[in-house]
């Protein structure tokens, strides 16, 4: 089980249905601070429409998941990043991530049925320090971008072991596997997941 599973309160039964992975996310000039954000979805709502709607309106969005709840409600999980000074000149020291919950506040006026269950806010050493809680070596990932540490948390939620994510990393999910590689360790887990499901 994936940290992110492990901290937000999924009720048994729960499915992970989508994922996402901006691969296009502007690359980082500096410290950036990101923001995961837990949603509930509307009951007649569609994970795969809602992801695509939302962060199609999210200039900081770089990757997420989405399922259902055992009742068969909807929800996702949006990851966003920023570059730090630029919060920070416009939000302040005090709470710079309100600059990416703002942003989320806004594309959530389109979808008035969704809810935000719950925030996470982090800065780089913070998801350096859970690659570390998971086993991975903090040197090994210590010079990741946020966008990647992201990108890694979310691989790890489709059932990749961090480490072996990290010792991939960043060209290859299954060395000592034949598979159709797609020549990035991020994606090459992706694959084989959507694959799955199939």
Avoid at 5 to 31: C, H, I, K
Avoid at 68 to 89: E, N, S, T
């Amino acid at each position: 089980m994936g940290f992110l599973f492990e901290v937000l309160d999924f009720p048994d039964g729960s499915r992970m249905t989508d994922l996402w992975n901006n691969t296009w996310a502007d690359e980082a000039v500096g410290d950036e601070i990101a923001s995961g954000h837990f949603i509930h979805l509307g009951d007649d709502q569609h994970v795969d429409v809602e992801t695509n709607f939302l962060s199609s309106h999210l200039p900081f969005n770089v990757s997420g998941f989405g399922g259902v709840f055992p009742d068969g409600k909807p929800w996702m999980f949006i990851m966003q990043k920023a570059p730090a000074d630029i919060a920070i000149l416009l939000r302040g020291q005090e709470d710079p991530h309100s600059m990416l919950r703002e942003a989320l506040d806004r594309a959530l006026e389109f979808n008035p049925d969704a809810l935000v269950a719950e925030e996470m806010s982090w800065h780089h050493a913070d998801l350096v320090n859970i690659y570390e809680d998971e086993g991975a070596a903090a040197s090994s990932v210590e010079n990741w971008s946020v966008a990647d540490l992201l990108r890694g948390l979310v691989a790890q939620c489709c059932g990749a072991d961090l480490t072996d994510i990290v010792s991939g990393f960043p060209s290859c999910a299954f060395p000592d596997t034949v598979h159709a590689c797609e020549d990035d360790v991020f994606s090459d887990v992706f694959a084989r997941w959507v694959a799955g499901l199939q």
